[in-house]
């Protein structure tokens, strides 16, 4: 048994058969072809899947897709483009801040969510705020580095 909803994702209006319990990675992966989001573990635990749901990161292995109707759904492909990446993405490139790159899906969601609402963080700030998204490979620094440099272009836009 499906259901047709409607999700904004990444700036457009999009009309989907999906089951009434189907989480929103599944949808935003099978049924819309996007690749940003990973499935890492599926409990929540890893943050390979991360999305923006309005402004405030969700792991989407664990959000229903039906919990995104009549909010807007932002995936890595809709913060920037190859040829004009958000100053984020550009930061985590600037700072060859993946190595295998699994993580780097959740981890620049993480961070741009947080930036949003923290545009002056620390250092500590910063790891505090991505504790709960694993990196397997140890590009930890990499990527703190990354935040930091994200959001000294932050202050100067």
């Known amino acids: 048994m499906t259901q047709s909803t409607t999700l904004t994702v990444n700036g457009d209006k999009q009309t989907v058969d999906i089951a009434p319990d189907a989480m929103l990675l599944y949808v935003l992966r099978d049924n819309l072809g996007l690749k940003g989001p990973k499935f890492g ?11 923006l749901l309005g402004d405030r990161a969700v792991r989407s292995c664990v959000t229903p897709a039906t919990a995104a109707e ?3 759904v932002t995936t890595l492909e809709g913060l920037g483009t ?21 993580c780097i899906n959740g981890m620049i969601m993480q961070a741009k969510s947080f930036l949003n609402d ?13 504790n709960n998204n694993l990196c397997r490979c140890g590009t930890h620094m990499r990527i703190v580095r990354a935040v930091e440099r994200a959001a000294r272009i932050g202050d100067k836009a």
């Open 70 to 72: 009549g909010q807007h």
């Open 118 to 130: 923290n545009p002056n963080p620390s250092r500590d700030d910063i790891k505090q705020a991505l």
């Open 82 to 102: 190859p040829d004009n990446p958000d100053p984020l993405q550009q930061a985590f490139i600037d700072e060859q801040a993946a190595q295998c790159g699994y």
């Open 41 to 51: 573990c599926g409990l929540s635990q890893c943050g390979a899947c991360t999305v």
